[in-house]
């Protein structure tokens, strides 16, 4: 069970959008619709910002969406604004009842 | 509000077992709908799942260290347990627990703990 594919970081200007890809296999992002992200601020624990692939929790901002095509998900965040600035991480479930985290991105907001 | 908080020895030697509890406050650990998860985060790392359990005791864990692993639940108490055993400094980490939802067409971990430091030292 090998961690899911991310860049290890990215950044963009404010107001400017960014997409940070999650690259897995058959076996998990590609098999199913159960990707999640997160994002994590120092020192903080990891926040919830979408589920099964496109849905955002009450509270996300619309600014942050979903995708998936094949076996890469995707996050894009619009609009960036300084408080984005965290390090963001994918998950799927794995067949066999496991789940899988990505190595993790760090967004830089310049 | 849920709320979830890790306790546990914050020191372990190397080839010991950690020992980590979950405490749930502001809801029921025995409920339908979620299950409950152990995430680790070494130093400047990214996150791996651990293991999850249901309340009524089904167990799943990374098979990478399933032959270390027991998750428990004691739902008298609302709490969930996690212990490793043969630790290595490899195991040192923040320990998070988290609300795990699963079910039908989706899964997630929605709430987190703050988190606990156990670093794995002679």
């Known amino acids: 069970q090998s961690a899911l594919t991310q860049p290890a970081s990215v950044s963009g200007s404010p107001g400017q959008s960014i997409t940070i890809s999650c690259t897995g296999t058959s076996n998990d992002v590609g098999s199913y619709n159960l990707v999640s992200w997160y994002q994590q601020l120092p020192g903080k624990a990891p926040k919830l910002m979408i589920s099964e692939v496109t849905k955002r929790p009450s509270g996300v901002s619309n600014r942050f969406s979903g995708s998936k095509s094949g076996n890469t998900a995707s996050l894009t965040i619009s609009g960036l604004q300084a408080e984005d600035e965290a390090d963001y991480y994918c998950c799927s479930y794995v067949s066999s009842n496991t789940w899988v985290f990505g190595g993790g991105t760090k967004l830089t907001v310049l | 509000q849920l709320q979830l908080q890790e306790s546990g020895l914050g020191l372990v030697k190397p080839s010991e077992t950690l020992s980590l509890t979950c405490t749930v406050s502001g809801g029921s650990i025995s409920t339908s709908t979620y299950y409950w998860g152990w995430i680790r985060q070494p130093p400047g790392k990214g996150l791996e799942w651990i293991g999850t359990i249901y309340y009524i005791g089904s167990t799943y864990y990374i098979p990478s260290l399933k032959s270390r692993v027991t998750i428990s639940v004691d739902t008298s108490k609302n709490q969930f347990s996690l212990k490793l055993s043969s630790v290595t400094a490899a195991d040192t980490a923040v320990y998070y627990c988290?609300?795990?939802?699963?079910?039908?067409?989706?899964?997630?971990?929605?709430?987190w703990g703050q988190g606990t430091l156990v670093t794995v030292s002679s």
């Open positions: 988290a609300r795990h939802r699963w079910g039908g067409a989706t899964t997630y971990f929605d709430s």
